[in-house]
């Protein structure tokens, strides 16, 4: 690997990454498959942490599985599962194992998930998560004890895109202040929209990849503007995916214009199919983007 | 006040399956406010475990079942209590706990305990404050995130927020728009920026009474 995502961030390519997802069980052979479609395509994976709180393998294991595999990795991290204890611990564990990119987040609710009755435990929120993570960094632990080690990750964040949504633009303002090298923000229909989100944080200055999800039906737009938060699938786009006599085609043209217009605006672009990365390649390349 | 909501009778009847000669001790603070523990509550109860073939030898009010001085002060409202083979304590878990510290009989609870709260124009306010022992409420223009956010986050709202409604319970506002709309009231918007360290649970009254 000539550069490491760290290095991509700091250069001037536009950078893409793709989420996967850890299997369900301890075969791995499946999603291993399917990042492997994803190779000379992506600059790194995001490997979810039990996402929608649905128990899965640990993003850690999973990551180092993809590493050994010839891929870069950002192991998602989110405040649900660990107090400070369980969190640290992973994370000297992932940067042993070679893993040297993170993503932070504060994690469903158990509720939403597969298992409901599950503690939540948010022992810290991701603008704390942030901060442990840069204290690991000086050679000390979360209470001031020094390490045999520290760590030095590629720290990543998220954030929503609504330009109105003054709260979550503080939080934002917050992450970039306690040093994340990047933001990955959720999925983006309104170019416009992400646009003036884009001028509203224009005083901070960390990266900015851009979420995507390709649609894959009307039925899916309409779910995801009622109730995803920070989602807003234009009129426009409703209607091309309501008239479409494919809709899996037109979702994936629209997600191709959506990236050529983020090229402008954005340092990159993060894909997040729901189900398998197929259609990923021919998505990018749609887009004029050919890989390394 | 100490939010409680009273258990069913069978359960309560469950709970008293092997016991009999029960003595009724109510409690006139949260659980009377509450109709979980006041007289009537009290009454109700003694009558429906006599009609279910259950011998009650007495029962008391006293001003808070988690306020008791000593069993001579129980016995003093009424002395039936020295007969009694159990206690059924209508209140919260401390008043259950604060009886059963000063009597030698098995204690039972008719109550489940949910949370601090309150209750103001007519609306009962649940989980208001989860008691973590290190108090800055007021740097949320006196509401707490952490025990009114289901993910106790100190620093902002999560992305889960639908039209300013909670992600875990679509019925509740987003206690984060609501401390925004209060800071906005009383003009310290500026709250927002402050960056709050997480809390420390050793502070937390319960584990600092183990270290003590």
Redesign the interface.
Known sequence: MLFNFREKLNSSKFLVTAEVSPPKGTRFSVPLEDAHQLKGIADALNVTDNQCSIMHMSSLAFSKLLLDDGHEPIMQLT??DRN?IGLQSDLLGAYALGIRNICL??G??P??GDHPGSK?V???????LL?LVRKLESGIDFAGNMLDGGTSFCTGA???IDPEK???L??L??KA??GADFIQT?AVYDVGMFEEFMEAISHLEVPVIAGLIPLKSLGMAEYMN?????INVPEEIMFRMKEASNPIEEGLSIASETIKELMKLSRGIHVMPIGSHKNTPRLLSMAGISGK | MIITSAKPLEEILALLKDEDDIFVIGCNVCAAKLKTGGEPEVLEICRRLEGSGKRVVGWALPTAACSVRSFESLAQKNEKINEAHCILVMGCGSGVSTVASVTEVPVYGSNNTLSLGGSSEGKLLSGQCIMCGNCTISEFGGLCPKSQC?????????????DGMC??NRENDCV??LI?ERLKKIKRLDL??S????RSMVLNNFISNILI
Not at chain 1, 122 to 128: A, W
Not at chain 1, 226 to 230: A, Q, T, W
Not at chain 2, 195 to 198: F, K, V
Request: charged share 20%.
């Open positions: 405040c649900r400070r987040m504060t469903d609710f509720s939403c939540p948010y022992d810290l929120d991701s603008v704390q901060q998220v954030s929503g003054i709260l979550q503080i939080k303002e917050k202040k306690c959720q009622k109730n995803i938060s920070g | 289901p993910k106790g986050l100190l620093n902002g709202p999560c992305g889960g927020a639908v992600e875990v984060w728009n925004y927002l920026y960056i709050h360290a997480p």
